[in-house]
């Protein structure tokens, strides 16, 4: 079987204009070079190179080896980082905050499942109030709402859809609003997720647009506490879908 250093050694002999030089280039004594060089042409049956006290020169046969020898060690030297380049599993810590409602909802299972395709990866998730990326501990933020600072990178990753929702025993007691004017009469119920103003309600139908200010009865930071509260009869709710409450009809506009 052919060694690597025989390769090195065809490629040396390639290079160089007698066996002294190339013994100097592989750091041997000329005899263990010619040693070697003997071995090497009885293995393979051929002459590679025709080599007097002062010279050295390559035969037809000893040229093509030399060529093929410096193309196969051009391909082993760039096998190591040719894996590195194709290696995607990931390695190390990644520091995640969430809020509390859509981190334990949303993103936990999404970590989980992403922990089973890279299991060399820690993964931490920290669900905060109001996480924001001026806190250096945390690799990323999810964080719901706009995002005022333009000096941070920032990726939308999904609408955050929510409904006006009561739960039929509320309605069954205070009625149905017709009109979302009426909103302001009724025990509404915010979730308060980032900095934002959450008693200022946007509401759309189609087209229709329609924003009003609202006096909450109940206020929590965590979503699944907010959700609760509706299918209990306390109060109505502007929730995410996916609840037991009931959506408010838009009637009237």
């Known amino acids: 079987m052919i060694a690597i250093e025989d390769l090195r050694l065809a490629v040396a002999l390639s290079r160089c204009e007698s066996l002294s030089a190339a013994a100097r280039v592989l750091n041997v004594s000329p005899p263990a070079l010619s040693m070697r060089l003997r071995k090497l042409e009885t293995q393979l049956g051929i002459t590679l190179a025709n080599r007097d006290a002062r010279r050295l020169s390559l035969t ?5 080896f030399a060529e093929e020898s410096a193309h196969l060690l051009e391909q082993l030297e760039a096998l190591p980082e040719s894996f590195k380049q194709h290696d995607e599993r990931l390695v190390g810590t990644l520091r995640l905050a969430a809020p509390f409602g859509y981190g334990r909802q949303r993103i936990a299972p999404l970590l989980a499942r992403f922990a089973k395709l890279h299991p060399q990866l820690c993964l931490h998730l920290d669900l905060r109030e109001t996480p924001w990326p001026d806190r250096h501990d945390s690799d990323a933020v999810i964080h719901i709402g706009s995002l005022n600072d333009s000096l941070w990178i920032a990726r939308p990753l999904a609408h955050n859809h929510r409904w006006l929702c009561a739960s039929p025993a509320y309605l ?7 009109t979302p004017d009426e909103l302001a009469c009724h025990r509404c119920i915010c979730i308060r997720e980032n900095d934002e103003d959450v008693t200022l309600w946007h509401l759309s139908k189609g087209q229709a647009k329609k924003t009003l200010r609202i006096e909450p009865a109940l206020l929590s930071n965590d979503g699944s506490v907010a959700r609760r509260w509706p299918s209990r009869g306390w109060a109505s709710s502007c929730a995410r879908s996916g609840t037991s409450a009931t959506p408010l009809p838009a009637a009237g506009w």
């Not at 037809?60 to 093509?64: F, K, L, P, T, V």
Request: aromatic share 0%.
């Open 60 to 64: 037809a046969d000893g040229e093509r």
């Open 172 to 178: 069954e007691q205070h009625g149905v609003p017709s």
